[in-house]
């Protein structure tokens, strides 16, 4: 037998949320916090011209796409740099920083594939529980020491769906020294709504260790294309440029990605449909009786401790697929309102049990 690397038997894999259907055939995925929207018109078009070409290698560099979310967010060419989805970014990041030896620092729970990626990298996961369902910022400075080579922000919160605001994600990246990497994953940023949550890329100018990570995944309805991007200072994004595999970000996800950034207006108002969905959803939860904290993303977060895989029966009995995280809760995704409404019928017959 080949030797292959410890770490092979002890990190957790990574779970993909599941499709359920119910006896009738009813079936909702609401466990990947993808969008629910078809394709536009447009993109699938983009995609089918692509596809005439895809006997040859894609551009290596992404020139068009690079330009393309350069312009769409008035930052220099220089600043981006591309992965196929931003969880392969995350993971560029971390190759581009991680030694044997240094340290991640990340709240917990937070999104699954943190501790995946540091293992992978060879850089070991310090995690900072969640203070209710917040991520602790004093506890996360303190837990920063001359190992740490980077601290991975997830706002909102993926499962939670609660965001950092302004004033103390401005006093934690003060705190955090220059040589400490931060990435802000704003894999939902399109979703905030809150005001005092900020846009990371207003923040990035005068500080060269803050990383925003964004995707086309969620909002922009691409996740079986695999795109996303980093914008930081000239300096990490070279680095990352450095870390990517040659060719990863393929043609028609560039293509794609490029035409979606032209039918903006149309992905944009899809999200605001969802969002106006989360707040139905949310409040609809909280007349049945749940505790659901305020969530900034196109997710809710139901703590259920012990109740949390009972919970996700119950509802994949009802077609419901949601994602739960066995003894501490279940995320359930904004999905059309006939999904909603199943899930919250599946919730409100949960509610009522004994
Ligand atoms: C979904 C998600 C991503 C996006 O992953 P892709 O690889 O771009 O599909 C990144 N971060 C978080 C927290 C997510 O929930």
Known sequence: MPRFRQILDTMAPYKPGKAVAAPDGRSYKLSSNESPYDPLPSVVEAIAEGARHINRYPDPGAIKLTEAIAERHGVPFGHVALGPGSVTVAQELLEAVGEPGSEVVYAWRS??????????????????????ED????????????????????????????????????????????????????????????????????????????????????????????VGYMIAQEPVAAAVRKTIVPFAVNHLAQVAA?????????????????????????????????????????????????????????????????????????????????ANDAFLAAAKAFSARP
């Open 111 to 132: 999104f699954e594939a943190y501790p995946l990626l540091a293992d992978l990298a060879g850089v070991t996961s310090v995690r900072v529980p969640l203070a209710g």
């Open 258 to 338: 490029i035409a979606s950034l032209q039918a903006e207006d149309e992905l944009l108002e899809r999200v605001e449909r969802v969002v106006k969905e989360r707040t139905r959803v949310r409040e609809a939860l909280i007349g049945q009786g749940w505790t659901v904290p305020p969530t900034e993303a196109n997710f809710v977060w139901l703590r259920l401790g012990e109740r949390t895989l009972d919970f996700a029966a119950a509802c994949a009995e009802e077609g419901v697929a949601v994602r739960p995280f066995a003894g501490e809760g279940a995320r359930v995704s904004i999905g059309d309102p006939e």
């Open 135 to 226: 991520h602790d910022l004093d506890t996360m400075a303190e837990a920063i020491n001359d190992r740490t080579r980077l601290v991975f922000l997830c706002n909102p919160n993926n499962p939670t769906g609660t965001a950092i605001r302004r004033r103390a994600l401005e006093a934690f990246l003060d705190r955090v020294p220059e040589d400490v990497l931060v990435v802000l994953d704003e894999a939902y940023h399109e979703y905030v709504r809150d005001d005092d949550v900020p846009d990371g890329l207003s923040l990035y100018r005068d500080r060269p260790n803050l990383c925003v990570t964004r995707t086309f995944s969620k909002a922009y309805g691409l996740a079986g294309l695999r």
